[in-house]
Antibody
Framework: QVQMQESGPGVVKASETLSLTCSVS?????????WGWIRQPPGKGLEWIGS???????YYNPSLKRRVSMSMDTPRDQFSLKLTSVVAADTAIYYC????????????WGQGILVTVSS | QTVVTQEPSFSVAPGGAVTLTCGLS?????????PSWYQQTPGQAPRALIY???SRSSGVPDRFSGSILGNKAALTITGAQPEDEADYYC??????????FGGGTKLTVL
């Protein structure tokens, strides 16, 4: 069974960089699939941030593209998110997730981590 | 940017049927968008229900079904249960390899 767990600081100062890591167990991330990040502001809907393919190719939400970068650490089965120049609107629960390459199903999710942008 | 549209809220009586829809601000939804549906209850991560328009994810009860209705993707719940009260999100797969979430539908079972 695939398990995913987000880690990183729960508070980030405005204008600084948010950095999160997702640790995957039960599946080798270089074996296939897309590995993605999704966020949800408190009380609001879900937003796809982007994903990184097992080959290292990245796909970013155009609205966040200028500020987002993702990377993989395949020996550790981890992948990471960096979001630069954060503002209050970036306060959200951040989920890591696995998306199927063929069927596009987001089948496994982390439990989510709340990141608050402080002024 | 293309917006994925969903009804903000819906209600259904226990045992009843309800169809939630997922559209595009411009154009029609087809199987080429690989419509998928997710259920989220308070405090929990979303759970996959339907993928590739009408395939049920593992362990999902057969009262959940997906389809294309007209120019939209649809999620139908037949025989709604109290535990089906949740937020439902559709996701469409777009050119460029990104997934786009709809705004979500809050379903009340009462």
């Amino acid at each position: 069974q695939v398990q995913m767990q987000e880690s990183g600081p729960g508070v980030v100062k405005a204008s600084e960089t948010l950095s999160l890591t997702c640790s995957v167990s039960g599946y080798a991330i270089n074996f296939g699939h897309h590995w993605g990040w999704i966020r949800q502001p408190p009380g609001k809907g879900l937003e796809w941030i982007g994903s990184i393919h097992h080959t290292g190719i990245t796909y970013y939400n155009p609205s966040l593209k200028r500020r987002v970068s993702m990377s993989m650490d395949t020996p550790r089965d981890q992948f990471s998110l960096k979001l630069t120049s954060v503002v209050a609107a970036d306060t959200a629960i951040y989920y890591c997730a696995r998306r199927g390459a063929g069927n596009k199903l987001i089948d496994f999710w982390g439990q989510g981590i709340l990141v608050t942008v402080s002024s | 940017q293309t917006v994925v549209t969903q009804e903000p809220s819906f209600s259904v009586a226990p045992g009843g049927a309800v169809t939630l829809t997922c559209g595009l601000s411009s154009g029609s939804v087809s199987i080429n968008y690989y419509p998928s549906w997710y259920q989220q209850t308070p405090g929990q991560a979303p759970r996959a229900l339907i993928y590739s328009t009408n395939s049920r994810s593992s362990g999902v009860p057969d009262r959940f079904s997906g389809s294309i209705l007209g120019n939209k993707a649809a999620l139908t719940i037949t025989g709604a249960q109290p535990e089906d009260e949740a937020d439902y999100y559709c996701v469409l797969y777009m050119a460029g390899g990104i997934s786009v979430f709809g705004g979500g539908t809050k379903l009340t079972v009462l």
